[in-house]
């Protein structure tokens, strides 16, 4: 059952997909209206999960599950994984490789394999003050509070 993002409490679990590139409006649209459909839809061992969506800067899909309600469980979050792949296949972008860093560079936003950001980050193209998007956060806190953030508070910091 979809309900608005801003009505889930802090601690439901979220979901971040990063795309290799920008969609466009148009793409964003229809990816919108999938996500409406299959959270209607979404439930686990019966129930319907207390579901919602953001999507950001044309480029993420965050999911997230009010697990107070019902928690999401394998079968549930393996259906989820399967839309993410059809969204995959049907806009041929990748949504799942969690080995690529996206991050700010001035107003722009930036995807590279993480090969390439310890690269950067060698030759100092980008800095712990970067801005950068942790997508392991768990829930709409962390979301909220932790996922746009400098490299240096990040699991990026690794990396400086």
């Not at 801005?131 to 699991?155: P, Y």
Request: aromatic fraction near 14%.
């Amino acid at each position: 059952m979809y309900v608005p993002f801003e009505d889930l409490p802090e601690e439901s679990r979220v979901w971040i997909y990063q795309s290799n590139r920008k969609f466009s409006d148009a793409e964003f649209t229809e990816i919108e209206n999938d996500l409406k459909t299959f959270l209607e839809g979404w439930a686990a061992h019966g129930t319907s999960l207390e579901s919602s969506y953001q999507l950001k800067y044309n480029r993420f899909i965050v999911l997230a599950v009010n697990q107070d309600v019902q928690a999401a469980t394998g079968c549930s979050i393996d259906a989820s994984v399967e839309f993410i792949q059809a969204l995959e296949k049907k806009y041929a972008v990748d949504l799942l490789d969690k080995m690529n860093v996206t991050f700010k560079l001035g107003e722009h936003i930036a995807h590279k394999p993480l090969i390439d950001f310890k690269k950067m980050v060698k030759d100092k193209a980008v800095t712990e003050n970067t801005i950068v998007f942790n997508n392991l956060i768990n829930n709409v806190q962390e979301f909220n509070e932790s996922w746009e953030v400098a490299a240096m508070d990040s699991w990026h910091s690794r990396f400086f």
